[in-house]
DNA sequence: CCACTTTCATTAGCACACTAATGATAAGTG
DNA sequence: CACTTATCATTAGTGTGCTAATGAAAGTGG
């Protein structure tokens, strides 16, 4: 049976260990990563790079974010010349995004800059409880 | 020996996934809280509530927040009403924080909305897991 | 073919979350 | 005491991440 008089410890919930661990791999990322990018930055370039064409809102669903967010990740990544927008000939409300040629280049070395990220945030577990840990998070996605 | 030529899977990757896990949380924190609430907010108070008074300061890095972003988070929440600011007449550079009356009679209620939006999360989960979730996320911040 | 619905994209607005710069006050040291 | 350093708070700027409203285009059913 549960306890009535359990103190509630911030410290010890879900959410709140999710934003310190989230904090805590934005460091790293940014300390690690080639290029001046974000965590979603690079989500989206991995999307992209993985289907070589898609609409935005494809891209969105993609990378796990919604439609008003992906404006602007889509538009500053234009903005720094990795991506590009060309308008698909069949259907007059989609824009195509691709990869521009300086975004095709960087994307081997994103990958490198990826593992050792998740590397390191990853460090202070073994083996398996990292496995454990990947493991446990998809269950709670 | 590590294997040059692992695909990189976006969806293995903890940075991935400890967002996915934030997005689910959001959500079902959205949908459980009493008043309009965010986690932030909902941290932040249960800070001020644990400690009566706080300087800003104090209050960010007990919240695990920067300066810049708790100033946002308390300006809301005395807009709304839950949370005051004085003067500390032996530092005329802190302002202190405290609860109004208002939020002290909210607390009661946050506490149990927290448990519920803790249980919610970790639902998918066996009570084993939880607990190694809990301590691996522990470990990663 | 015309109305209804769905899909796609844009825009505005709010709330984090950080950096960097500024200014005021306090504390420590020669 | 004067100088330096540290602390506290504010502000401006950038980038997520969401909702809600709008409008254009495409698809669907009577």
Known sequence: MSNSVDPYHLEDQVGYLLRL???RHSIIFQNRISKDLTPTQFATLIRVAEKKEVSQNQLGRLA???IATIKGVVDRLKAKGL???TADPGDKRRSIISLTEAGA????QLYADGF???HETLAPLKKSEQKT???LLKKIT
Chains 1, 2 share one sequence.
């Open 21 to 23: 661990a989230s904090q």
């Open 83 to 85: 991506l590009q927008a």
């Open 116 to 118: 050792g990220i998740s």
């Open 105 to 108: 280049q960087l994307m081997e």
């Open 133 to 135: 840990l990947l493991a």
């Open 64 to 66: 796990a974010m919604d």
